[in-house]
């Protein structure tokens, strides 16, 4: 076998540089050639909260980039997260005061973090002078207004307030307040329960309904605020800015129980109890569920991110889509990195085992019956790469590889039978086969 393995890959060599050499002739010659030019790939960063019984409530991304999410114990921030290698949501300790506040809610007025705790709609923005003290302790929503007038609730109550005065305060007849949204062209807030959507500006002397129906959850105010978009627990409708539904139900989705909407660059996207999907352009979805893509399945909160990325806030951390411009070849280097750093062993091609929630400082490198079928795959793209492009870490893999596989052939010393894979003596157990 290894006298045969040796002559085999030379004359493999050979014939793929002569191919070489007559598709360069064919593509001067005219013949269509593939352009590797840059595409959206989406990828997925995530964040784990390192105790999952802690409520997380919301997130939010402020016009400096900062990411906040609002947890039942306090404000973490997300901290040192990348691509295949999850971080964690970590109390943030930015501003001391803010520690010893119990916040119960946060929304971006101005691009700027606004929180709502027992006695005051607080920021720490414009100098910190945002202080609007008001008299329900019980408060957990709030929605900002035009100049800085907020409206607050605790589910049942709702009160409208500016600069420490309360302009105005009802409730909905025992309906509870799941959300509260300002619509900036028609200057009203729109208020959602279970059962109605309503409207109230401030000169108004009670909330209005404008929609009604049953086990409503969530909605945004979409398309330039001419559309509102209401999700219930089996699938989302479409209503003009006054009510009037835009067609039936949409239940084709690929879950129906849904938690958040959010209109984010143009595109709508939806949260559920089975993870979050965007509806893209042509009427389909790209759906984001599983560890792949978040690190729960219960989505809570989605936001705008930082750098065109999407926040996703599910019940056990965060997860953060991000979008970047990228070549096939671009993409196909990233996973060859991750190869040469993580997956070679004595120049085999090998299995990455015992990681530890996908902290790679946890991880072995295995040995496994297959090394010798990866190996030999991969020796083999990287002969095509390179061939196509001439690069020099191309060859030095193959070498590697090369070598490997001659070892395979040759470490036991039997002709004509070649090992799978080998390990220095004393580290690999075997089992008792009979």
Known sequence: MQQFIVPTLCLLFLLLSACAKIDSRRNKAGQPVYQDVPYLQDYAVKYFIDDDTIELKKVCADRNGVIQVLAANGLCRPHNGHFQYPGTLRPDRTYLPMQDKRIRDMVLYEQQF???????????AWAGKLFSQHALPGANLVCGGMDFAFMISDGKTL????????LWSSDLNGEQVLSIKYRKSADDFLILTGKALYSFAVGD?????????????CFEIAAYESTLI??????YLETDAVGSPKGGLHQKLPWTELTAIREIIGQVWFGSTRGAFMLRDD??????YGERWLPGSKVVDIA???????????DTGLGQICFKMI?????AMVYENQVRQRHIRYGINSDVTRLKNHDLSTSENRVADS???????????????YLVTGSEDAKQNCYEAFEAMERLHRINGIKGLFGRSFERRGYQEFKKEY
């Open 230 to 235: 209401i999700g219930t627990t089996d699938g």
């Open 304 to 314: 705008s991110g930082p750098e065109n990325s999407v926040l996703i806030l599910t």
């Open 283 to 288: 009427g389909k979805f790209n759906y984001y």
């Open 159 to 166: 009160i409208c307030l500016k600069d420490s005065r309360q």
């Open 205 to 217: 002397s009670a909330p209005k309904p404008i929609y009604q129906g049953q086990s409503l959850t």
């Open 327 to 331: 070549t096939l070849e671009e993409k």
């Open 114 to 124: 606004v929180y709502l705790d027992d006695n005051a709609v607080l920021s720490n």
């Open 371 to 385: 090394d010798n079928l990866w190996t030999g795959m991969y020796l083999g793209s990287q002969l095509f790469r």
